[in-house]
């Protein structure tokens, strides 16, 4: 017999399962061994789970994930920093640069590398920027590897107190805005963030324009996470901005704002309101709003300081809402101008049906018998009240709507409210002769000056508009916005007939101390009390006037309110009239760019001419689309004054001595006089944008204006 070993040993017996202990380490107890060959098969088991799982997860990152994967990867060792666009520029119709942008640099930090210099960057910035030290310091302190420091300093900065040698600092250029008229024009232009996006005004209106493409660059971290370019990693250079040319006269909104200032103090109201609008086509020529805000400080003034009340406040507009009640008496032929009313001696009980004591309306003045346009002209509610009876609910409100009350004008401007005015069936017994007179109406300032625009402009209503013209990066004009009709309101007799009514209030009627000498001029005055906490207050007032000129060919519309006038008289005709007529002496003496269309205006142009022009006494108490246009290049840079240093040098030629040497005081700049009589010629030249303080050299002769008068 064959044996394998030695003799007497057993025979070695072939082991089915080498994972279970060999016989030697086996126990005699079945159930022992039982037990664990279970346990050797459940961690047999969880290995070959937990290399699953391993296979799985190998496939997420290297196949499913990979591109977020490799993105986390790539943010540990590169960063992207952004470069931002140049903001474009905003210019005035005739060319003159109101807001443009300078390079600053901005400073940040990485903490951990800055730590050793930390007292000396505190230091340093605590210098440029005026903060104190501690600030910085607990920046520098922060655990992330990022942290903005100061935004928008000067560039010389950056050698005076060599920050550029102190470790761990980030050093980025970074355009910031500059406004180069000071405080003119605040809440018109508004202002722009830290990070350069418009936030108010035309600045934020059109920040898609003007904005621009922000372009990066990518960095590669080193082994201590300094930031060092790589030829291997992308670079998208931003692109600039375009900018925007305004309907805007910045001459015109100069005299708006100075002669608006002066009123407002003469009758120590509130604040004060003016718009200007070109009739024929709707552009906004002005809109000047006391207190003045400087874009540059916009963030240290109230909120209510800071919005364009023209086109976001609502009032209720007394006598200037007449207009209504008269165009829809004329239009619908229900009064002629020549018919007699009554005027109860200005006391009228109207019977109030479930009521017992009857409505009292009530006039100023005492009259008895009145025409129709006599009753425009001495503003009588009793009158209106009556009218409104003949003309019905129906045709009063269709003609409110249609000069267009009760919706928004629809101006390219941020922040518009359409006002309030209720259907007929919502209206009580009163509401019908309370609208008459411009009671239980809520209006905008720019929807008034809108409606009289109307009249101005034969009957029809033009939709305003500030944006004039859109250019490239070259200057090219891109885009143009064309003036757009709305409708006919009424016919071009109707207007007319109207036009001479409102010359009736100015020259014999409740405004007269808006008169100037040798100019026609149409206009309405109105004074409304304010409902405060649902009750009129009798102590709270809004003083209204608005007029057109000159009345036979009308150019400019022109709106002044006040909130609140406190002196002697409250009421339109002696508080907003006397300001609408300073602005119109200053503009029919002040300049001869006026001897011509406002669309024309354009002898002192900073852009070439194709591009700035496109292409093809009684008192009274009333208890655009846009279209593609050619290439025109835009003119050479201007050296401009710094932001909150500059002003627009008033045109003062035309006017006496006494008259030049008041305006230029009144702004704060040191006339200088040769010579005897008016003002023939000026240096600087006006419209040109100064520092404060500047010198102003006036050439005077004796001389008579043109335009029938001296001044």
């Avoid at 905003?90 to 300078?102: M, T, V």
Wanted: hydrophobic letters at 35%; one cysteine or more; glycine letters at 10%.
């Amino acid at each position: 017999m064959r044996t394998n070993g030695p003799a007497g040993a057993s025979p070695r017996r072939h082991d089915p399962n080498p994972l279970l202990p060999r016989r030697e380490f086996q126990t005699e107890d079945p159930a022992l061994n039982r037990r664990w060959r279970r346990r050797l098969r459940v961690l047999q088991f969880c290995l070959l789970m937990i290399f699953a799982v391993i296979c799985v997860r190998l496939v997420q990152v290297q196949i499913v994930d990979s591109e977020r994967f490799r993105k986390l990867g790539d943010r540990q060792y590169i960063k992207k920093v952004a470069l931002p666009a140049t903001r474009g520029s905003i210019f005035d119709r005739n060319g003159l640069p109101i807001a443009s942008h300078s390079m600053f640099v901005s400073i940040a930090a990485n903490p951990g590398n800055a730590a050793p210099d930390a007292k000396s960057i505190a230091a340093a910035l605590s210098k440029v920027t005026g903060e104190p030290e501690k600030g910085f310091r607990a920046k520098l302190k922060s655990k992330q590897a990022f942290v903005w420091l100061a935004r928008q300093v000067r560039p010389e900065a950056v050698q005076t107190y060599s920050l550029d040698t102190l470790r761990g600092l980030i050093i980025a250029d970074e355009p910031k805005r500059v406004y180069h008229t000071g405080n003119v024009a605040g809440q018109y232009i508004g202002t722009t963030n830290v990070d350069n996006r418009g936030i108010a005004g035309v600045e934020l209106a059109f920040d898609s324009v003007l904005s621009g493409e922000p372009g990066y660059v990518v960095f590669q971290r080193d082994a201590t996470a300094n930031l060092m370019p790589s030829v291997d990693y992308p670079r998208f250079d931003p692109v600039k901005g375009h900018s925007i040319v305004l309907t805007m006269d910045l001459w015109l909104q100069q005299v708006a704002e100075s002669e608006l200032e002066k009123g407002v103090a003469g009758s120590e109201a509130e604040g004060g309101i003016v718009v200007m609008l070109e009739p024929k086509t709707g552009e906004v020529l002005a809109m000047a709003q006391s207190p003045r805000v400087n874009p540059a400080d916009y963030g240290k003034v109230r909120k209510e300081d800071q919005k364009l009340r023209a086109v976001t406040d609502m009032f209720e507009p007394g006598s200037v809402f007449k207009l209504v009640t008269a165009s829809a008496a004329l239009e619908y032929g229900l009064i002629q101008p020549g018919r007699t009313f009554y005027a109860e001696n200005g006391v009228y009980e109207v019977p109030v049906p479930g009521r017992k004591r009857p409505r009292v309306i009530r006039d100023v003045h005492k009259y008895g018998k009145l025409t129709f346009q006599e009753a425009i002209e001495f503003s009588s509610n009793i009158v209106m009240a009556k009218a409104s009876d003949i003309i019905g609910d129906e045709k009063l409100y269709r003609m409110a709507r249609d000069f267009g009350f009760g919706t928004r004008t629809n101006i390219d401007f941020p922040g518009e409210i359409g006002g309030r005015l209720a259907k007929p069936a919502d209206w009580s017994a009163l509401t019908r002769q309370s609208l008459s007179y411009g009671y239980e109406v809520g209006t905008t300032p720019m929807q008034i000056a809108a409606a009289y625009a109307a009249l101005a402009n034969g009957g029809v209503l033009m939709r305003p508009y500030v944006l004039k013209r859109e250019l490239d990066a070259a200057g090219n004009v891109v885009a143009e916005t064309s003036p757009q009709p709305v409708r006919r309101v009424v016919s071009e007799e109707t207007a007319r007939t109207m036009t001479t009514f409102l010359e009736g209030v100015v020259e014999r009627g409740t405004a007269t101390s808006a008169r100037v000498e040798g100019v026609r001029i149409a206009g309405k005055t109105g004074t409304s009390k304010r409902l405060v906490n649902g009750r009129y207050e009798g102590k709270d007032y809004t003083a209204s006037f608005v007029g057109y000129f000159p009345a036979e060919d009308p150019r400019i519309v022109c709106l002044v309110m006040l909130d609140n006038p406190r002196g002697i008289n409250y009421y339109g005709g002696t508080t907003s009239a006397p300001i609408f007529h300073g602005i119109v002496e200053r503009i029919m003496t002040g300049s001869e760019r006026y001897g011509m269309p406002i669309a024309e205006l354009s002898s002192r142009d900073a852009l070439p001419p194709s591009a700035a022009h496109g292409a093809g006494g009684a008192d009274e108490k009333t208890g655009a689309n846009r279209q593609p246009a050619r290439a025109v290049k835009l003119a050479a840079t201007q050296n401009l004054p710094e932001s909150g240093s500059g002003h627009i040098v008033p045109d003062v030629r035309g006017f006496s001595i006494r008259k030049a040497l008041g305006i230029l005081r009144d702004e704060n700049f040191s006339p200088v006089v040769h010579g005897s009589g008016m003002v023939v010629s000026q240096k600087p030249k006006p419209g040109e944008p100064v520092r404060l303080g500047t010198e102003i050299t006036l050439e005077c002769q004796q001389k008579t204006s043109d335009l029938g008068g001296t001044k």
